[in-house]
């Protein structure tokens, strides 16, 4: 499975790798604008709510795309159960743990703490899908993570729970990004195929955990549903939930899941860079701004060395000068 995955990852052109990642970190941004919009300008009260509604728009839109034959994944059937676990159960438990993060910490320890999911992705996707990266592709990774420890250094406050949280947060966004990678090779289920049984799975006891924690009955009783603004905007999240879902799983189908995640990383210091001079609440440091700005540095070496070779991260090639580091403890004897 592993060796097909890298295998389809080196046979795609540059341009579409190139495309996906420039796809997923556009719809990424414009849902962070919606969502923002949605939960802090109308004061909508269930995050959950919303997400709901987003993965019920995913299954409704890729139900009537496969019935007029534009997409193609297989009927429901009990071995999709199998075929897709354990991806419905760790984007429950990233969905969980990111909120509760991200109520208990503050922005700049948020941030820092976040790009421990680039690491753990590297670890993982070397583990399970069998990849090799170079010293560069490392260093510029680790400097990533380095920029984003100066970028909070000035908020150094300790809370236990909050960092359990955050890092279980780290753990189940990687291990989805890898396993969705991983999922993406099962050719019987195909993206879209990926895509729509996750939904499909977990929506339902993501509204009965909605109705049991009160969340359902905080949003059925607000106020502003006969809004037409608020609709709209409502509406446009969840449509945006599904291009951000598809996005994902593209740039994972066209890359690696340690590109998607750092491409997010890189997304999220734009907007810090943007924050600097549009919106007003961006507290300027030197430290802060000195520190987002050597994490920008790694993501761009990141970037060039991934979108500029010919050989996709995580391939070795036999005669390169580079030397490889080993994480896999298998890969020593392949070759």
């Excluded at 966004?173 to 019987?188: N, R």
């Excluded at 593209?250 to 210091?269: D, H, M, Q, R």
């Excluded at 994490?295 to 000068?321: D, K």
Aim: proline content about 3%; glycine content about 6%; some cysteine.
């Amino acid at each position: 499975m592993s060796a097909e995955v890298c295998r389809e990852t080196a046979e795609h052109p540059r341009l579409l790798k190139l495309s996906s990642a420039l796809f997923y970190a556009g719809s990424s941004f414009l849902i962070t604008v919606v969502n923002k919009t949605v939960l802090t300008s109308f004061r909508f009260p269930s995050y959950l709510f919303l997400g709901i509604g987003q993965m019920i728009t995913t299954i409704v839109v890729l139900y009537l795309a496969k019935k007029s034959n534009t997409v193609k994944f297989p009927d429901f059937d009990r071995s999709v159960v199998l075929k897709i676990f354990p991806l419905p159960l760790l984007y429950v438990g990233n969905h969980v743990t990111g909120l509760a993060s991200t109520k208990k910490l503050s922005l700049p320890m948020f941030t820092v703490l976040r790009k421990f999911t680039i690491l753990m992705t590297m670890i993982l996707e070397a583990y399970l899908l069998r990849k090799t990266f170079s010293r560069r592709l490392i260093c510029s990774v680790v400097t990533i993570v380095f920029g984003a420890m100066v970028a909070a250094s000035s908020d150094l406050a300790f809370d236990m729970e909050a960092y359990t949280f955050i890092l279980l947060n780290d753990a189940f966004t990687a291990a989805t990004g890898v396993y969705t990678k991983k999922k993406l090779g099962d050719q019987s289920l195909g993206k879209y195929g990926v895509l729509f049984y996750n939904s499909l799975i977990i929506v339902l006891p993501t509204l009965l955990a909605s109705a049991f924690t009160g969340d359902l009955t905080k949003a059925l009783l607000f106020e502003d549903w006969s809004n037409v603004a608020f609709m709209l905007c409502f509406l446009l999240s969840c449509f945006m939930g599904f291009v951000l879902m598809c996005s994902i799983v593209l740039c994972s189908f066209y890359n690696s899941a340690l590109t998607t995640t750092v491409v997010g990383a890189i997304k999220n210091v734009a907007v810090a860079y943007i924050g600097i001079f549009v919106g007003g609440d961006y507290m300027f440091s030197w430290i802060n701004f000195l520190g987002l700005s050597i994490c920008m540095s790694g993501g761009i070496v990141y970037s060039y060395l991934t979108f500029n070779s010919s050989q996709p991260p995580g391939n070795n090639a036999e005669g390169t000068q580079e030397q490889k580091i080993l994480i896999s403890e298998d890969l020593s004897r392949k070759d």
